[in-house]
């Protein structure tokens, strides 16, 4: 028994050990590092500023890197009133890097600029923009619907039915149809947002990508963001190439009621709409997921493989991204672990000292 008293004793004191030693890590991390490849600063847009000169929490700040680290981030970075405020970058990051399905609220955005120049509508009629996407539920289903995950599509993963598995993703979209009703339920839809891409080009007159790199990337200065481009149709759910310093450009954006430079790049009508709850999922808007303030702070974000995310807290004046490329392949294995649910509770604390 002794001996078992004496066993637990020196296992509660090394566990206190570590624990102190983590805190002492903790400490220790430096939070400003700048990127190790692109020139992301070529016209001098962003600037840092130390956490000493914020009311943000710098404990906090360093967990987040630290929680980063652990559960598998490549890089991570945090924008404070325009600023960053933290930034750091794993030894496995390359660029550009993957956006996985963090893409989708890119393209979210490029139909918010085609409602804005009067050439679609969000109540608007898939089948009345491509005329070869008639017949059965086709004809029910709206552009809200492609932008809610609530045209009628069921999640498909296999090789014979999914997106993922073919070259040309135009041809394979439009040969679709939805697998029940539009608007009776919530399912996520890689296939569902790719058909956005044919209809940008059929009310611009543009290949998506051109409308990207004209109306978006090139007026915030994104000059490494690009589409993922292969079959001559860009991937509009997934995988867009960029840096996260792009990424948080995307985040200013939408903080700032799409307004850059004193130019209202996309109107605040679509920011409202799009990062307001949708009737059948109060956690999605227009390819934006929703944060209602109970479990963290509020806000909104866009979302990927591995939490590949960006996320916006307007109401603080913070933009977080967060990256990670899969060691393993596409498998659909959870790499980054319990990365969400651990970065809500710090999310809370950059805000409370």
Not at 232 to 256: F, H, Q, V
Request: with cysteine; glycine share 6%.
């Amino acid at each position: 028994m002794k001996r078992q008293v004496m066993f637990l004793s020196l296992a509660v004191v090394s566990l206190c050990s570590a624990c102190i030693t983590n805190k002492q890590d903790i400490k220790e991390i430096q939070l400003l590092n700048k990127p190790p490849l692109s020139e992301s600063n070529y016209d001098g847009f962003w600037a840092a500023i130390d956490v000493s000169e914020t009311d943000l929490n710098e404990m906090a700040l360093k967990k987040h890197i630290a929680l980063c680290e652990r559960t598998g981030a490549d890089s991570q970075l945090v924008v404070y009133k325009n600023k960053i405020v933290s930034e750091w970058y794993s030894d496995r990051y390359e660029e550009p890097i993957g956006a996985m399905s963090s893409t989708k609220a890119i393209a979210s955005i490029l139909i918010g600029q085609l409602v804005d120049d009067g050439l679609l509508d969000y109540s608007s009629k898939v089948a009345s923009i491509l005329p070869e996407w008639q017949g059965g539920y086709r004809d029910n289903v709206e552009i809200v619907d492609l932008l809610t995950h609530t045209a009628g599509f069921d999640r498909r993963y296999g090789k014979n039915d999914s997106i993922g598995y073919v070259g040309n993703k135009r041809e394979f979209v439009l040969s679709l149809y939805p697998d029940f009703e539009p608007k009776t339920a919530f399912r996520y839809s890689n296939e569902a947002v790719q058909l956005l891409e044919p209809i940008i080009l059929e009310v611009s007159g543009k290949n998506a990508q051109d409308f990207a790199l004209e109306r978006l990337f090139s007026v915030l200065g994104m000059r490494d963001t690009r589409f993922y481009d292969y079959g001559d149709s860009p991937w509009l759910y997934a995988e867009m190439l960029t840096t996260p310093r792009d990424l948080a450009r995307i985040g200013l954006l939408m903080k700032n009621k799409g307004i850059w430079n004193d130019e209202q790049i996309v109107s605040s009508d679509y920011v409202r709409r799009a990062t307001s709850s949708s009737p059948l999922n109060k956690e999605m808007g227009f390819l934006w997921w929703i944060l209602d303030g109970k479990k963290t702070v509020s806000g909104f974000y866009a979302s990927g493989y591995l939490n590949t995310d960006m996320y916006v807290f307007a109401d603080y004046d913070i933009i977080v991204v967060r990256t990670q490329s899969p060691q393993n392949g596409y498998s659909g294995s959870n790499e980054s672990g319990n990365y969400f649910r651990e970065a809500q509770k710090l999310f809370m604390q950059f805000v409370n000292k």
